[in-house]
C-alpha cells in the first residue's frame, strides 16, 4: 500500500492558522506526493472545536506536548484562557483521522503548540523556543507515526522513496 503522509492543514495554504493565516510550503516532493495520491491533511486544533481567528496558545512553563498529555502541563491562550481540553481532543480527532487513512508518516509545522516537533515556544509569550513537541506530534509519536517537521520534507522524501 502506497504510504500515506499526514500534512499540517496550513502547510498547503488553508488559512487556518490562530491569525487566519496559512502558511503554505512550496516543494517538489509535495507536489509529487499530492499527484501521488499520498497526501491528507486537517489542523488539529480547528478538529478540537477551536475556531479562526483565535488567540495564539502557548504550552506553559517551558513543558512540552507529551507534559500535556500526561496531565503536566497545561496550554494557555494569551488572554489566559484554558484550551488544553481542546488541544487534546484535537490531537485525538487528528490521529484518529490519520489511522483511518493509513498514513504512517507526518510533516508538520514546527512551532506550534500542536504540530511542532523540533520546537516549540516557552509559554511566556516572548519568542523565546525551546527543544520539544506540540500535543498531536507528541500523541502521533506515541501511536508510532514518524513525525517530521517541516524543515525535514527532503529527508521525509528519501524515506518515501527508498520505501
Ligand atoms: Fe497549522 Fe497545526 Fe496550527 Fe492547525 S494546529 S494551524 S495545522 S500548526
Redesign the pocket.
Known sequence: MTPKILI???LLGHA??YDGSGKPLRHPAIDRWREEGRLVTI????AGGMSVPRPPAEIENGMTGADVLAGRARVMEVTGGDVTAEFIAGARAALAFAQGHGCTHAL??DG?P??GSGFIYDGAFSGRKHAGNGVTAALFENAGIAVFSHTQVDALDALIVAD
Do not use: D, F, T, Y
Request: charged share 15%; with cysteine; aromatic share 0%.
Open positions: 499540517s492543514a496550513c487556518v492558522r489542523c488539529p486544533e480547528l508538520l509545522i506550534s500542536s504540530c
